[in-house]
């Protein structure tokens, strides 16, 4: 699964952008849609950015929904499992809020900031509150583990950098080490991981 895209934005709107990625030696441009509160934190078309990627299966095509935060695609992940919530009305209401506005909101029985949102409504919003209401611990539990391990990969990749691997050598690294590794592992044994995937693949 695709867990996030870092690439060249060569086009943005409020809803959608197009993220240019290289892939050995071909460039492959990705389709992302996303909510207006990531666009709004996007930089300017040409730069870099890295999104948080969850990808949607509908009649056999794979649809690619992007964020600026993990937390907020934590919490996409969550809006689709509620009853009557689609990838559409999850963007909406994370174009209105973000993950942690939202569950500071439900936490206090705020409905006024679900009930703005456009295609909402307060019926909607007392919804989504009752049914998001019992998962606040187990929700900031998986934000915050989610935090966690960016954070740590971002550490690891740092780390092998310093010791003279190369970007792309490192994220190969990485990448074939969160095959064999747990999620939340500590950085020690991620770099360790990782180095050892490295060596593996030299001898092969």
Known sequence: MIFSLKGKLTKKSPVLVNLSLIAGLS????EIHIPVSTYEKLPECGNEVRLYIYPYFYKGEA???GFISEEDRTMFRELLKLPGVGPGLALRVLSGTTAEELLKAVSEGNLDLLASIRGIGRRRAERIAFELGGKIPSLREKIREGSKAEESREKALEALLALGLKEKEAKEALKRASKKIEEGAPLEEIIKTALSRK???EDN
Do not use: I
């Open 199 to 201: 060596a593996e693949n």
């Open 27 to 30: 460039e492959v441009e990705f």
């Open 63 to 65: 649809l690619l929904y």
